[in-house]
Nanobody
Framework: QVQLVESGGGLVQPGGSLRLSCAAS????????MGWYRQCTGKERELVAT???????YYDDSVKGRFTLSRDNANNTVYLQMNSLKPEDTAVYYC???????????????WGQGTQVTVSS
């Protein structure tokens, strides 16, 4: 199994910054894409950003230019630097990893437990 542990959420004022971290551990053969989704109260979970193992990143239009995703492949860790935060960024942020636990088993998507980000004055 693969476990994802997130950290870095909290309360920040509009215009402020936060950095989320997510580390994958367990019986890992290979981690491919990693990234973050978020879910606001009463809404569906939406993709925020994702990064491949070779460092290619994709960002939702709502966060382009404000959020930066980076990755440490050696430690199966992904970081989301969030700058110029807005109240509409308030949500529970979920880390995910697309990983395989062996060469013969198919890739699965694993999830973290979620971390709350609140942007408010």
């Amino acid at each position: 199994q693969v476990q994802l542990v997130e950290s870095g959420g909290g309360l920040v004022q509009p215009g402020g910054s936060l950095r989320l971290s997510c580390a994958a551990s367990g019986s890992i053969f290979r981690v491919n894409a990693m990234g973050w989704y978020r879910q606001c109260t009463g809404k569906e979970r939406e993709l925020v950003a994702t990064i491949t193992s070779d460092g290619s990143a994709y960002y939702d239009d709502s966060v382009k230019g404000r959020f930066t995703l980076s990755r440490d492949n050696a430690n199966n860790t992904v970081y989301l630097q969030m700058n110029s935060l807005k109240p509409e960024d308030t949500a529970v942020y979920y880390c995910y990893a697309a990983a395989r636990i062996s060469a013969t088993l198919r890739q699965l998507k694993y999830w973290g437990q979620g971390t709350q980000v609140t942007v408010s004055s």
